[in-house]
């Protein structure tokens, strides 16, 4: 569904439009839209400002900007990478932005992810190139996200119930797929701590090893340790699996 407006130059003025194909339902409101014909069957759009919605994903996506050059409205093809720029994406507590998008669609569906890569917790993240069909009876999405120099104060900042901090920069791969319905990661993934700068942990360990130990029983002793160790602990290793 699309609500337009017409100027006096004949420029359609988009105000809102939406697309549902299956369960993937997307809403896009143009701070300010733009479309103008051309003679060949193709159309020039201009987005400023623009909000993107995937509810079903719970995904927004603020401050799109560009110009798209379709060479064909029926059917949609465009078929020369197109680039725009969003200010910020949110998915629950994670934000992403500003960064990037660029694509070309042929005429049977095929979007083809070719760049997508923003800034996130202080370093950035990247989905590596994709594709998936729009016209598909069931769409399903698979892609992998490359992450680089994250900060460790704010990765743990959204990780729930950890309650320490971590010192340093990360960096990895997870590949993600909705294939059977609900997200999963495919092959497993990681995050790795960088070499440099030093990496250190600090956890508020008390008692994580020693609660109902006798105080004066040897294991206690060694326990107790290995608590005070993980209060201040410079970390040379540090690596996260997603199975």
């Given at each position: 569904a699309m609500t337009f407006r017409v100027d006096d130059n004949g420029t359609i003025l988009v105000d809102s439009l939406g697309f549902e194909s299956n369960d993937v339902r997307m809403e896009v409101r143009p701070g300010r839209g733009e479309v103008v014909l051309t003679d060949d069957g193709g159309a020039t759009v201009e987005l400023a400002d623009t909000t993107i919605e995937l509810p079903n994903e719970e995904v927004t996506i603020t401050?799109?900007?560009?110009?798209?050059?379709?060479?064909?409205?029926?059917?949609?093809?465009?078929?020369?990478?197109?680039?725009?720029?969003?200010?910020?994406?949110?998915?629950?507590?994670?934000?992403?932005?500003?960064?990037?998008?660029?694509?070309?669609?042929?005429?049977?569906?095929?979007?083809?992810?070719?760049?997508?890569?923003?800034?996130?917790?202080?370093g950035t993240l990247r989905m590596e190139p994709t594709e998936f069909n729009l016209f598909a009876k069931e769409i399903t999405f698979s892609f992998t996200l490359a992450l680089d120099k994250v900060v460790g104060e704010r990765l743990v900042e959204v990780v729930p119930g950890f309650k320490g901090e971590l010192k340093g920069?990360?960096?990895?791969?997870?590949?993600?797929?909705?294939?059977?319905?609900?997200?999963?990661?495919?092959?497993?993934?990681?995050?790795?701590?960088?070499?440099?700068?030093?990496?250190?942990?600090?956890?508020?360990?008390?008692?994580?090893?020693?609660?109902?130990?006798?105080?004066?029983?040897?294991?206690?002793?060694?326990s107790r340790l290995v608590e005070l160790a993980l209060q201040d602990l410079k970390v040379k290793k540090l690596r996260f699996e997603f199975l």
């Open positions: 401050g799109v900007a560009g110009v798209v050059r379709c060479d064909s409205i029926d059917p949609l093809k465009i078929l020369d990478l197109q680039e725009l720029s969003f200010a910020k994406a949110t998915y629950g507590d994670l934000h992403w932005g500003p960064g990037n998008i660029g694509f070309p669609l042929d005429e049977n569906g095929t979007f083809a992810l070719a760049r997508c890569e923003g800034d996130f917790l202080g920069l990360l960096a990895g791969r997870i590949p993600l797929s909705d294939r059977d319905g609900d997200w999963n990661y495919l092959d497993g993934g990681h995050l790795e701590l960088e070499a440099v700068p030093e990496g250190r942990l600090s956890y508020p360990a008390d008692g994580l090893l020693t609660e109902g130990m006798d105080p004066q029983s040897s294991n206690y002793k060694r």
